[in-house]
């Protein structure tokens, strides 16, 4: 079952760079420090060098040989503009409008991975999620065949067999209400994503009915969004439409839906909307004691991560150490 080391490991196997784009934040400067003393990821930090050093040293935190980028001195940023204007060239941007866009950490940091300069990016402990994934989606863009960036959350609970019990929860974060296909879309990433962390995914399809008890809209799109998954990619494990004590529970499952062999060992959850997934994986977190990672966007065609504002410099640590192996 999961653990960090597995994913140290993978890193220690093949060494990453990531950019955080914002560099003087205590909390970032305390998780860099920490992977400075490693060998395994490598932190480029977004902002003006003596603000960065100024702050690590009012902190306490040693960043030697940490990457500093400054937008306004960086030396490689007229050919950052040219690339972003072409990126862009559908919207008719001009290099002066690229130049200004530029000089916001979150698009500069963000063509630092599409130049090849960072394998990954972590962002947002000071600004919102959307200002992550805007620019993502207009320049690093969605992966081949996917039409949405969407995310799921890993949750990680020790157990008493001395495993820890790892779960995979999509979309809690991005997506409002999705549509069939886009759940779809949701459920092969979030599958995709808990086989790295160990999880042999068991897909279950979450709604207020099990496999027909109960009707309705909303019944039936988590009925045919499952039941087009299954199509989609027919070696993974599937059931839904189902209720979540039908999902989890071997007892429940026996009595609802004795045939099914996902009901009552579902360890992969898809929600019907954003509402749903956002309330539930908090009740896991603060009810249940399990360690919440994520968001992890999902569907780029690099990896690219948001961080809750609320975050502390460990989650930051962790979340870096996520995101670089999925590069």
Known sequence: MFG????????????????????????????????????????????????????????????????????????????????????????????????????????????????????????????????????????????????????????????????????????????IKPSEDELVEIATETAECAKIFGIDPKVAFLSYSTLGSGSGEDVDKMRNAAAKTKVKVPELPIEGELQFDAAVSPRVARTKCPQSEVAGHANTFIFPDINAGNIGYKIAQRMGNFEAYGPILLGLNAPINDLSRGCNAAEVYSMAIITAALA
């Open 4 to 175: 960090f080391g597995q994913l140290i490991d993978i890193l220690k196997k093949s060494p990453k760079k990531i950019v955080f784009t914002e560099g003087s934040d205590p909390r970032i400067l305390e998780a860099a420090s920490r992977l400075l003393a490693s060998n395994f990821l490598s932190p480029i930090l977004v902002g003006k060098e003596d603000e960065i050093l100024r702050a690590a040293e009012e902190s306490g935190f040693n960043i030697r040989g940490a990457h500093i980028v400054d937008p306004d001195k960086y030396e490689r940023f007229d050919e950052m503009v040219d690339m972003f204007c072409e990126l862009r060239k559908s919207k008719g941007v001009t290099p002066e409008q690229a130049k200004k866009t530029l000089s916001q950490a979150n698009y500069f940091g963000t063509m630092l991975v599409k130049m090849g300069e960072a394998d990954a990016l972590l962002g947002g402990a000071t600004y919102s999620t959307a200002d992550t994934v805007r620019p993502a989606l207009q320049l690093i863009k969605t992966k081949p065949g996917n039409s949405i960036v969407s995310s799921c959350f890993i949750l990680v609970r020790p157990s008493a067999t001395g495993d820890n019990e790892v779960l995979a929860m999509g979309d809690c974060a991005i997506n």
